[in-house]
């Protein structure tokens, strides 16, 4: 049974100025060691990182914790199976949350082009 579900959508430049502008600051904040290495072996990692932006803010809303709550950006994490596929991880207090809503499965789909990344999270019991 679906028991939280949450969307986002941004455009890639508003995470490509924030690289610029913040560089690994900006990266080590949000992003973990393995979306890092992902994202930067890309062509362009903006792209990739926004897409990984848009599933950590779908996550978040699917929680229904938003920002809030004690959830941490890096508490999300994106991986990519050999099959292309990507996985959802959650780790500290997003997957404390996770467990005490009854969710046991998380679906993670990921979209991006040149302009705007989306993703998409459901938790299923």
Known sequence: MIIGIGIDILQNERIAQSLERFGDRFINRIFTEGETSY????????????????????????????????????DIDVHRLPSGQPRLHLHGEALHRAAV?????????????????????????
């Open 39 to 74: 994202c930067e072996a890309c062509a362009r990692p903006e792209i990739h990182y926004a897409a990984r932006w848009a599933a950590k803010e779908a996550a978040f809303k699917a929680l229904g914790t938003g920002w809030s709550s004690g959830v941490r950006w890096r």
């Open 101 to 125: 809503m009854g969710a046991s499965r998380f679906f993670l789909s990921l979209t991006h082009d040149q302009a705007v990344s989306a993703a998409v999270v459901i938790l299923e019991t």
